[in-house]
Structure formats: structure tokens, C-alpha cells
């Protein structure tokens, strides 16, 4: 299997807080992995390092084999990683369409370009008959389909989705699951989840990496790592039972 992401040795603290420490891992081009982990985990600090937003203290990050550890996020997108976020970063007040076609800016500056490829990703999501309304009007689904379309709309060959799930009900959950599953299979694009909602993960994933105060303690399959003393006890041990 060919890696397309190699996470090697990295730490990262924060003050007095080791939010990552000695984190190496992989992801295989073409899977579905996932990284979970109670809260404070590490988790969206290691997808900071991996997309450039904050460098680690330590370790290097490979993207199809090259150090892209240096690199600012700009460039990190352009190579072919891209991203949604915990906290939705959508701009509220510009319509679906415009908020999109930032996306597909990065690799063009002529703008008829760009908004064809965000009505593509918007089609893909399902929001292509939504595109002139306002974002602040629209739901949280929508909103999330929102970002997940303008890094589409990147041209990702690694998609980073930090908790696409969080505030969905169970259908919206269940359609999002497919979404996503074609995402992957139809666009060939590698995903790299961070989940709090474990049947999502354990429904969707190849391989589950585990994180707990900033150690990854178990990677493997869903149902070994679902099965693994360690990872029960970060979880029930932990404050956060969700
Ligand atoms: N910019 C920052 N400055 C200081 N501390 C930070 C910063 N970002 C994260 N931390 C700390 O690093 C640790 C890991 O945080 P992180 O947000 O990566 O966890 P997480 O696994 O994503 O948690 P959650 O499930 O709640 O989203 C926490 O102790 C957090 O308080
Ligand atoms: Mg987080």
C-alpha cells in the first residue's frame, strides 16, 4: 500500500501542555482512516501540523514522500491536502456560491473557472440549488456542506474533516456516511477523520488511530481497536464518555 500522509515523531507543546508527543503514523492512499480520542487528545493540533497551521517542536510531516513540514498552509493546500474545520469557518454573510469558489481560487485567478469548479463541488454535496442564499440562513448540515464543498473545491487528494458529524442528528449522520463513502470511492480522494461519533468511525473506517493525551496508544482495524483495553480505558477513564 502506497502512504500518501507520514506523520514521523511529531511533539508539539503548548506551554507546560505536550498536546503531541513522539506521534508517528500513516494513512494509505485511497483508505478511510480515522483519528479519535477524548477531548484535549491532541487530535486538531496534529491536523494543524499536517495542514502547516502551527509547526511542531519536533518530527516532520510527508506528503507523497515530501517534507512539506516547512511549508505555510497555502502551499500545503496546493500540494493536495485539504481541509474542513471543528469550529466552521464559513463566512457568514457572503452567499453559498462565493464562499465556495475561494476554494477553487487557489488554483486559478480567473474567477468563471473558479465558480464552475464550485458549482461542481457544490452538485457533489447537494447544495447546487442553494448556492445565492445567504450562509447565516442556512442549517448546520448545510453549513458543514458549505465548507466540505470549498475543500472540494481545492482539489484535495487528502481531505481532512475534523468532526463533520459533531451536531448532526442520526439520519443526517447516516446520509453524510454515504457522502462521504462516495467522496472516496467515486473522487478518489483520501479521507483522514477526526470523529467523536464512534459508529461513524467504526462504520466508515479501514484503520482507527487512537490519541490520548497527545500519545497515540492503539492503530489498527475498527473492531481490534474498539476491542483494545487501552482505548477503553482513555475513554471510560476519561471525563468524556461520549
Ligand atoms: N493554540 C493553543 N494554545 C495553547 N494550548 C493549546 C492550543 N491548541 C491546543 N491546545 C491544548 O492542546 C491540547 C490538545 O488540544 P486539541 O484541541 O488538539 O485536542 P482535541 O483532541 O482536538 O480535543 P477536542 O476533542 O476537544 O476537539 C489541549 O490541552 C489544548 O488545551
Ligand atoms: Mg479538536
Redesign the pocket.
Known sequence: MVEILKVENVTKR??G?V?LKQVSLTVEEGSITSLI??????????F?VINGY?KPDEGRIFFREENVTKLPPHAICKRGIGRTF?KNRVFANMTVLENVTIGALLHTSDVDEAESRALESLKIVGLQNKKNRVVKNLTILERKMVELARALSTRPALLLL??IAAGLTEAEIAWLLKLLKRINSELNITLFI?E?VLKFVMNISDKVIV?DH?VKIAEGPPEEVASNSKVIEAYIGGEDNA
Do not use: M, R, S, Y
Not at 480520542?37 to 496534529?46: R, S
Open positions: 503548548f506551554g501542555v498536546a480520542g477524548p477531548n484535549g487528545a491532541g487530535k486538531t493540533t496534529l494543524n502551527i471543528q475534523d468532526e477526526v467523536h490519541l497527545g
